[in-house]
Nanobody
Framework: QVQLVESGGGLVQPGRSLKLSCAAS????????MGWYRQAPGKQRELVAA???????NYADSVKGRFTISRDNAKNTVYLQMNSLKPEDTAVYYC?????????????WGRGTQVTVSS
């Protein structure tokens, strides 16, 4: 059974930092592209950052220079370090694992963790 479990969310003041973790089980973690998405109230879910199995990264323009995605294949965990947080970063943050194998897409989502940026 595949499980992605996010942790590390919470309430934080503007300008502060937060680090999210996503622990995966039930998949060959190292071969998956791992991503962090977020969904704010009334808005569509959007990609925040992604990291390939080889360590290449991609970021949304809104978080470039502030957020850093990383992975530890030994721990089956992906991280999102969020610095200089803004109120507009408030959202539920989701972890996603993607893999294409023999033409088939395998995609799994976590249940999300709430991040609220407010003074």
């Amino acid at each position: 059974q595949v499980q992605l479990v996010e942790s590390g969310g919470g309430l934080v003041q503007p300008g502060r930092s937060l680090k999210l973790s996503c622990a995966a089980s039930g998949i060959s973690f190292s071969v998956y592209v791992m991503g962090w998405y977020r969904q704010a109230p009334g808005k569509q879910r959007e990609l925040v950052a992604a990291i390939t199995s080889g360590g290449s990264t991609n970021y949304a323009d809104s978080v470039k220079g502030r957020f850093t995605i990383s992975r530890d294949n030994a721990k089956n965990t992906v991280y999102l370090q969020m610095n200089s947080l803004k109120p507009e970063d408030t959202a539920v943050y989701y972890c996603k694992a993607d893999r294409i194998r023999f033409g088939n897409l395998y995609a799994y989502w976590g249940r999300g963790t709430q991040v609220t940026v407010s003074s």
